[in-house]
Structures are given as C-alpha cells and as structure tokens.
C-alpha cells in the first residue's frame, strides 16, 4: 500500500482565516513532506519533516506553520494567507529522508485564497 | 544551484510509436533518479526511479542512466493515449543535515494521438 491521504480535497479562504491541512500515512515512513505547485510549474519543496523533526524549511514565509504531531501525521496551518498562495499543496512521505528513497505524493488540496 | 533540465515539448508520438523522454541534471554527485507521471489537476505519480547507469525496465516503460553524461531518460514503448500527461523527472540532492531534497524538472508533456 502506497497510499498518501490529504484532506480536504478543496479549500476556500479569506485572506483573514485561519484554517489546517491535514495529511496521513500508514505506510510506516518516517519522513513527510510538503509541497507547493502552482498551474504549468513543478512542484517546489516547502518543508521536510524527518523522525517527527522539522530538517528542512525552504525559507518559506511564517504564514505556513507545519507540525508533525506524529510519525503517521502531517499538518499544515495557515494564517493571513495572500491571494498569490493559492495553489496545488502535496504532502508526500518516503522510508527516510537520506538519498535513496522514493517519495509517494497524496491527491493534494487546492487552496483558493479570496 | 541545483537544476534539472527537461525539454517542456510538447513531444507528440502516434499510438504505438516509443516516446522518449530526457533529462539533464547540474550536481555530478547526484544518486537517486526519478520519474513521475501527472495527469492534469491530478498529483505526481511514481512510475520508475533509477539509482545505478544504464537501463531499468518495468512493463512499457525503460529508465536509462549516465552519470558521466549527467543525463536521465525514460522510454515508453507502445504508446497509449492514456500515457498523455506531463513526465516530471525529479534529482535528489543531498544537503548538509544528509536530508535529500527533491528537485523537479520542469515537465515534458506527451501528446499519444490515435
């Protein structure tokens, strides 16, 4: 099984809301990623979570807070979001974060920011 | 700074023709070789990855690896219509806390015309 959930498929906000994208694994992975992609572009990597520990932020600005309160779950706060953040947002997860390891996306949530 | 280079076509091939997809990369230590496949408003799909030079098949499709040329390819032989959608290949690279970050092509998109 290979299976990356994200809920919710969709997302409307204001720019004032505050609201979380969750994401879950069951595949025992100890890495978790998340990811943004805009229309026609690839994905770009925002943050890398490996053993429940934050190891990568990729200067993403302070309005997206991750937090992995597990080693199967994945969130992703938003808070005064601008209308430019809207996009596609894939968490993704692997064995581990080392070199050798083949990453599985989620369906990701489309965030419409208004 | 680390680059993957892909031509963004689009590469159209008739039905049963093999397409060809290619792939170079900056960083000569690069490993851990990647192709996705992403069908449009849907997330990327892993279809090969490709760790040691030369070639790895699976089904239809063949991952070809030189590392002395730094180049990645991906081979689809008998081309469906279904196989139309954007081949995102993807390098992992190592930074300095080991934690591999994954960067994408920019995408090929492949047109298989009845």
């Known amino acids: 099984d290979t299976e990356v959930t994200q809920t919710p498929k969709h997302l409307v906000m204001g720019m004032t809301n505050k609201k979380s994208l969750k994401c879950e694994q069951h595949m025992g992975h100890r890495a978790m990623y998340w990811y943004k992609q805009k229309a026609k572009k690839p994905p770009e990597l925002m943050f890398v979570?490996?053993?429940?520990?934050?190891?990568i932020n990729e200067s993403v600005p302070s309005r997206f807070s991750p937090e992995c309160p597990n080693s199967s779950l994945l969130n992703l706060h938003l808070h005064a979001l601008q209308p430019e953040d809207s996009a596609l947002y894939l968490c993704a997860s692997s064995q581990t974060a080392g070199s050798y390891n083949e990453q599985f996306f989620g369906p990701g949530t489309r965030l419409t920011v208004l | 700074q680390k680059e993957v280079e892909q031509n963004s076509g689009p590469l159209s091939v008739p039905e049963g023709a093999i397409a060809s997809l290619n792939c170079t990369y900056s960083d000569r230590g690069s490993q851990s070789f990647f192709w996705y496949r992403q069908y449009s408003g849907k997330s990327p799909e892993l279809i090969m990855f490709?760790?040691?030079?030369g070639d790895k098949e699976d089904g239809r499709f063949t991952a070809q690896l030189n590392k002395a040329s730094q180049y990645v390819s991906l081979l689809i032989r008998d081309s469906q219509p279904s196989d139309s959608a954007t081949y995102l290949c993807a390098v992992i690279y190592l930074g300095s806390s080991n934690t591999g970050k994954l960067i994408f092509g920019q995408g090929t998109t492949l047109q298989v015309k009845p």
């Open positions: 979570y490996s053993y429940e520990k934050l190891s």
């Open positions: 490709i760790y040691s030079n």
